[in-house]
């Protein structure tokens, strides 16, 4: 991947290098970031977990009952198996699939299905439209495919809504003797394009429930509103008429992947590993940011995904990253129970789940352990059970990989690392949760937690996330703003007033309704 410096982006090239940790972090006395990291390094997965394909598919061991929250890193490989064998980059909708740009109405009985959106028809307005067939409509590429037609190439998004913040033109601008200061994970976010999938479940239940424009998703607000001003103590059933709730079905999952193009990571001196491909796909993307044109059309590079699950109320969280991510475990450690062991040399007697932050001293008179960051992490081992698993499924052991778009036996799938997994907002003993992907999160990896940030996710009355936003208005050390993390506050959303103000409608953790517009009328 890359190093950043004074002298600019390097490339691979010096690998081992990079790799080398700055002081021997082996044999020694734990010291402060070492006891802090301890309650990052928990092991998430019970030791009877495990699973293995049967006849084509995952079968988890009959005595785990609930593998998510028993095992959520050996869960979190599972889902990795079940979105790669379903292909989610061509047959799941992507965000402006599921939230079209110019909506129109669903049809009413006895309506000219050529002038409203029918849920589950392949004839839907704007669907012939070879470039953009969800400019009205919701559009599901995959029932497209299996009808028999080829859906267009992913429009790839800037970075999402929800993690932007302005910027302010008259700051100084970075020079060559800044470039330390940034994290290469922040470099590289800044520089990526976007592309947030929906499965099935989660696309019809939008669809369905009209709420894939913001008129639907307001309708929502009001009747929670008036069912609590009026209806208290009972809550609505959520059983035909309006709906009161947003609350997405069991087998949703959705998927927040990040693409850099090639042209990008090679002025980022970004050079692709033999040994570590990367995924690759052809997308088209081409927007602006801070007037510098940095998203190009034609192949990109896989660099890390999030994926959620509804398989328990508050989702599941995991988050992958490629192995060559420079800086991917610092900060806060990586830590897979199932898939990987840690490629530190772990003491007699101690779990193998987690890979430290790199360290180095801070030279000064009374010399502390201080991060290390941007650096090169070692792989480690892949544990017998997941690459039984994956070779069963057929994942990872074909030949080499297409440029123009990913396929299972892509070997470049075996290059991804579960950074973490998240089922909680706080553990047992009441310590704050911490999840952030190096690149998806860059710049404020110790203040993200996918769960707490999610929490977050609402409309206001107009049906548009308008009321709380995903940042805190609190700064890192180098000034970028902070995440939530911890448990949420009611707050957030209802008044503290008598009887109770509904100010903000979560949405059962899906920041996607950032992309929701208003419906287009005949007049427009």
């Known amino acids: ?113 050529t002038t409203c959106c029918t849920p589950g028809s392949l004839d839907n307005p704007g669907y012939d439209d070879a470039d953009n067939p969800a400019l009205h409509c919701p559009y599901f590429p995959g029932d497209h495919r299996a009808a028999g037609a080829t859906p267009p190439l992913h429009q790839a998004q800037p970075l999402s809504k929800a993690h932007t913040t302005a910027f302010d033109a008259s700051v100084r601008p970075v020079t060559p003797q800044d470039i330390d200061a940034i994290d290469p994970g922040r470099i590289v976010r800044q520089s990526m394009a976007e592309l947030v999938f929906r499965n099935k479940p989660m696309f019809d239940y939008v669809f369905e429930n009209d709420l894939y424009n913001s008129d639907g998703v307001a309708k929502v607000f009001a009747e929670n509103a008036r069912v609590m001003t009026n209806q208290a103590p009972f809550q609505s059933a959520n059983a035909g008429g309006a709906s ?33 491909p990367f995924v690759k796909m052809t997308l088209t993307s081409a927007v602006t940011d801070n007037n510098a044109q940095i998203f190009e059309p034609g192949e990109h590079w896989l660099v890390a995904f999030h994926v959620s699950s509804k398989d328990i109320p508050n989702w599941v969280w995991l988050t992958f990253e490629h192995v060559d991510n420079l800086g991917r475990c610092d900060y806060t450690g990586c830590n897979d129970s199932y898939g990987f062991a840690s490629p530190d040399e772990v003491p007699e007697g101690a779990a193998d789940n987690f890979t430290r932050p790199h360290m180095m001293s801070d030279e000064l008179p009374i010399a502390s352990a201080i991060f290390d960051p941007g650096r090169v992490y070692a792989g480690g081992a892949i544990r017998p059970g997941l690459e039984a698993v994956l070779d069963g499924l057929g994942i990872g052991t074909g030949e080499s990989a297409d440029a123009a778009m990913p396929s299972i036996g892509d070997p470049a799938w075996r290059s991804y690392r579960l950074k973490g997994s998240q089922v909680n907002f706080v553990q047992s003993t009441g310590w704050r949760n911490i999840l952030g992907n190096s690149v998806t999160e860059g710049g404020f990896v110790m203040s993200s937690s996918c769960m707490t940030c999610h929490a977050r996710a609402h409309v206001g009355p107009d049906g548009t996330p308008s009321v709380i936003g995903v940042f805190e208005n609190t700064l890192g050390q180098i000034g970028y703003a902070e995440g939530s993390v911890g448990i949420p506050d009611p707050t957030w959303f209802v008044s503290s007033q008598q009887p109770p103000k509904l100010e903000a409608l979560q949405t059962d953790f899906v920041w996607g309704f950032f992309f929701a517009n208003a419906l287009q009328h005949a007049s427009e």
């Open 1 to 113: 991947m890359i190093r950043h410096s004074k002298a600019g982006l390097a490339g691979t090239a010096a690998l081992a290098a990079l790799c080398a940790p700055a002081f021997a972090e082996d044999a020694r006395t734990p010291n402060t970031i070492d006891y802090a990291m301890y309650f990052n390094a928990d092991v998430r997965d019970a030791p009877a977990c495990a699973m293995q394909v049967v006849d084509g598919a995952v079968v988890v061991d009959p005595a785990i009952r609930n593998p998510a929250m028993t095992c959520p890193d050996m869960f979190s490989w599972k889902l990795f198996t079940e979105i790669v064998t379903q292909e989610f980059w061509k047959n799941w909708a992507a965000d402006p699939q599921t939230w079209p740009a110019q909506p129109i109405a669903m049809c009413a009985p006895g309506q000219d299905p």
């Open 244 to 276: 009161a709730r947003i609350d997405f079905p069991v087998d949703a999952v959705m998927i927040k992947s990040n693409w850099i193009s090639r042209a990008r990571a090679e002025e980022l001196g970004i050079v692709e590993n033999p040994d570590a």
